[in-house]
T-cell receptor, first 114, second 112 residues
Framework: DTAVSQTPKYLVTQMGNDKSIKCEQN?????MYWYKQDSKKFLKIMFS???????INETVPNRFSPKSPDKAHLNLHINSLELGDSAVYFC?????????????FGSGTRLTVV | KQEVTQIPAALSVPEGENLVLNCSFT??????LQWFRQDPGKGLTSLLL?????REQTSGRLNASLDKSSGRSTLYIAASQPGDSATYLC???????????FGPGTSLSVIP
């Protein structure tokens, strides 16, 4: 299936731990994104990569570090997890600019920090 | 600063009704606007994408319109079905900061 896939789907972890969320797209898209959806359902962009290069880095704590080994993958590593990091994290991709084609989203990773 | 709002926040309708969801944005300088649906515990599915030069897009029972000058978009759902129950989000791709801004969504329940 052609898609944006994220793993894991659910992640429960204790405060202070380090965790990673993986994202892969087989759509041949150039640009990948990480979004955070908070408890009020607002979606906010965190990072954007185009052909493995960072092009958007919103005001996100340094504890969040994206890694793009190739243009089909954009992983999100989070250090020293805090309670406030609990949210649903979505990976997305687009072909070039969002201008013409819009986004394709993954199914999300629900992170719960306890 | 671009702000996107969606009214109502929640909507409940009986099956078979036609309904309209609203999306408003404060800055008309946009490239495009996209409508998504989000099912509980799942990701976002793209429904319709309207470029700034377009007035509307149609897909099956869905019709999305765009009035850039007034900062409004509507998503019309004809003959609603229980399977349409989901949260519907609109997102605008603004030109000023080259960003996509999402609205908070409208939670739709279609009652059999």
């Amino acid at each position: 299936d052609t898609a944006v896939s994220q793993t894991p789907k659910y992640l429960v972890t204790q405060m202070g731990n380090d965790k990673s969320i993986k994202c892969e797209q087989n759509l041949g898209h150039d640009t990948m994104y990480w979004y955070k959806q908070d408890s009020k359902k607002f979606l906010k962009i965190m990072f954007s990569y185009n052909n493995k290069e960072l092009i958007i880095n919103e005001t996100v704590p340094n504890r969040f570090s994206p890694k793009s080994p190739d243009k089909a993958h954009l992983n999100l590593h989070i250090n020293s997890l805090e309670l406030g990091d609990s949210a649903v994290y979505f990976c997305a991709s687009s072909q070039g600019a969002i201008l013409n084609y819009g986004y394709t989203f993954g199914s999300g990773t629900r992170l719960t920090v306890v | 600063k671009q702000e996107v709002t969606q009214i109502p926040a929640a909507l409940s309708v009986p099956e078979g009704e036609n309904l309209v969801l609203n999306c408003s944005f404060t800055d008309s300088a946009i490239y495009n606007l996209q409508w998504f649906r989000q099912d509980p515990g799942k990701g976002l599915t793209s429904l319709l994408l309207i470029q700034s030069s377009q007035r509307e897009q149609t897909s099956g029972r869905l019709n999305a319109s765009l009035d850039k000058s007034s900062g409004r978009s509507t998503l019309y759902i004809a003959a609603s079905q229980p399977g349409d129950s989901a949260t519907y989000l609109c997102a605008v791709y603004e030109t000023s900061y080259d960003k996509v801004i999402f609205g908070p969504g409208t939670s739709l329940s279609v009652i059999p």
